[in-house]
């Protein structure tokens, strides 16, 4: 089972851009699915993107056209590119492996992402 860790978050203002990475402890060639997830406070834990091994990808309806998944097997790292960011983009992002309703990996501690101006 690969250990995953989230980095990239920080303060930028509305319309700012940020780039997450999740870097994996061994290889995710093999991996089928891998997502990013948020939770903001006091809200639920929410998919925002995935991605199949075989490059194809899914965002949730409020990040559609702004934020854009990808993986880059060879460094075994998935990124998430983050634009025209929002204020209630304000999360912790987190990445995890989508499995059956569930995830595969206890959560991280996440990179906090604080959209403001």
């Known amino acids: 089972q690969v250990q995953l860790v989230e980095s990239g978050g920080g303060l930028v203002q509305p319309g700012g851009s940020l780039r997450l990475s999740c870097a994996a402890s061994?290889?995710?060639?093999?991996?089928?699915?891998m997502g990013w997830y948020r939770q903001a406070p006091g809200n639920q834990r929410e998919l925002v993107a995935s991605?199949?091994?075989?490059?194809?990808?899914a965002y949730f309806h409020s990040v559609k056209g702004r934020f854009t998944i990808s993986r880059d097997n060879a460094k075994n790292t998935m990124y998430l590119q983050m634009n025209s960011l929002r204020t209630e983009d304000t999360s912790v992002y987190y990445c995890?492996?989508?499995?059956?309703?569930?995830?595969?990996?206890?959560w991280g501690q996440g990179t906090q992402v604080t959209v403001s101006s």
């Open positions: 995890n492996i989508p499995l059956r309703g569930g995830v595969v990996n206890s």
């Open positions: 061994g290889s995710i060639a093999s991996i089928n699915v």
């Open positions: 991605i199949t091994s075989g490059g194809q990808t």
